[in-house]
């Protein structure tokens, strides 16, 4: 049902990572290697979602997709998220930068889908809801495939009865954010795979924590698609990831879900600031924005401590090699494991 | 490395589930369909393990596991559990019972290490630690292999260093107790594999969430040697599982991580009593004991609101069907998505 996925020369996905680390670079590089590459749209001003969709068009003919955030509805009251930045104030203080203004912005929604009507990519994919059926039926007028991020398998049905073309499946395992309406679903890749595969037909895009072949393939035999991977590649030369950022990755430090950092749950690296805020907050983007100016500050003075360290379960395996090296690397250990897999089902 | 894995025929283990879904006939039937089942010799009396060894052998010449809990230290101060006691009277009193004595016991450590010396199983795995030296060399004397179970990475060489025979892989998404050796672990399954493969050549055997034969291919493409289930063998008419837990398990309800049943985290199906008592504290075997005389009262008066509804996160899937059928369909649907994933690794 997904003409983008049945035309992938090798079904790996590279996840939109905001922030930073998916640039036009890395999304061009997985496309040539036979992948798709994603632009994360979230956080961009629409006139720099114009150049990057550009950039990655004047680099080649590639597929690729772009990635929005669903607006969220604003609290009614948001007295915790004030209470929250006043405890950020030492922080702040600390790094030499004010706290932000906790705004509950939408983040250029409609002007970012004027974006992406306008110059249409393969896909566009969406996380922190679903988009309105209207939305869905503009894109797919223009030729996007519309793709929505599942976190649980309630989400399913909705997403069909809208006419989406793919779900990208998000495992608790997944660095980032949490990208389904709700963020305390915490159900793990497989069984998520396993569940929404029994409420919908549509075709699966497994995301979280994938980062090896054996990986790959594990979600293919679930049912997937094709795997979406974001720690994978943030080691690339070709990705924007920080250098602190890098140098967390590698390590065997765990993640963790948190709100510290946005309002919404995602998974990074522990540190300090996480381990500091384990209370912080519902309420994104206003977090988002309270944390800003401290997060910036932190990661230009290498602060590993003070910045939201994104990453997945598996991240100390992800490594360090080109885009298409780690998606011809991915390719090449899945069909290995898939060879000693029949070998052994001829035995059963 | 494990004899016993690799000689089995089929690549399925039935998980141990104590308080009763894990009787003498359904290892017995599993293990005639060519997998292993495996007794829980958790809460047993030594005697009554005794006798369930011996039912299982008169059943049958089959190799089977039988698992035991690593007793823990007690903690100096039991403030936090002597207040839980009291918060739990009201509950109590509804279901007409007294709550139990929060006592720091051993579950008959060495008496059940003597039966299971004086009667070697083909496996005996551990769960909430890791056996001593002692103990590992003198079950693998009698013949026995030994098996540990790990919620992180960090515990795999620890276990290796032991001389065990083979991991037991358990994510985050696996129903009843956290198996580890601290239970607040949070890692999926799939990630999990990865992360102990990088770190011991030891054999792996996945447990988390597995309910159909897409998901074994999964496990077994992601490392494991097999896969062990719990959940899936919940509804088979040869397990013990309560009739009031048989109907929970059929309904599409979460499950979540929770400490109010046991004072260990565990994940069961949401429930009054797990809602009302998210905050109950770390206490193992304690508060088990606390609550045992609740749980039976509930389940006799088939009140599901008031007892541990232990279940993975995908039990919605789990079958009504004997269990040597529920191994056959297994291993049927696992080399469906073999064969079918061979044949996608073609076009790559």
Chains 1, 2 share one sequence.
């Not at 495992?171 to 159900?187: K, L, M, P, Q, S």
């Not at 919404?264 to 206003?286: K, M, Q, S, T």
């Amino acid at each position: 049902m997904s003409a983008v996925l049945a035309a992938l020369r090798r079904p790996v996905v590279a996840a939109p990572m905001g922030g930073g680390p998916s640039t036009p670079r890395l999304v061009h590089a997985v496309g040539r290697a036979g992948g798709l590459g994603f632009l994360a749209g979230g956080y961009l001003t629409p006139a720099r979602l114009t150049e990057d969709v550009e950039r990655v068009r004047s680099l080649g003919a590639q597929p690729f997709g772009v990635n929005l955030f669903v607006p969220t509805i604003p609290p009614a009251d948001d007295t915790a998220v004030r209470a929250y930045a006043a405890r950020l104030e030492p922080e702040a203080r600390r790094l030499g930068v004010q706290v932000g203004q906790p705004v509950f912005d939408d983040d250029a929604y409609t002007e970012k889908l004027a974006v992406l009507l306008d110059r249409p990519p393969a896909v566009v994919s969406f996380a922190f809801g679903l988009p309105s059926r209207d939305v869905v039926e503009a894109l797919r007028a223009r030729g996007s495939e519309v793709w929505v991020t599942v976190t649980a398998p309630g989400t399913a049905p909705d997403a069909e009865v809208l006419g989406v073309d793919a779900l990208v499946v998000q495992g608790v395992e997944a660095g980032a954010h949490r990208g389904g309406v709700d963020d305390t679903d915490d159900v793990a890749l497989l069984p998520l795979l396993r569940l929404v595969a029994s409420r919908t037909p549509l075709p699966l895009v497994a995301s979280g924590g994938v980062v090896d072949g054996a990986g790959l393939a594990a979600v293919l035999a679930a049912g997937a698609g094709a795997a979406q991977l974001g720690t994978a590649f943030l080691r690339c030369p070709e990705a924007g990831t920080a250098a602190v950022h890098r140098e967390a990755v590698v390590t065997r430090t765990p993640t963790e879900l948190t709100r510290a950092f946005t309002g919404r749950r995602a998974r990074g690296i522990v540190n300090r600031f996480l381990r500091e805020h384990a209370d912080a907050p519902a309420g994104y983007p206003a977090v988002h924005h309270l944390t800003s100016p401290l997060r910036a500050a932190a990661r230009a003075a290498h602060d590993p401590d003070a910045m939201n360290l994104w990453a997945g379960q598996t991240h100390e395996l992800a490594r360090e090699l080109p885009a298409g090296e780690v998606v011809a690397r991915l390719v090449d250990e899945a069909r290995v494991a898939v060879r000693d897999l029949t070998a052994r089902a001829d035995g059963w």
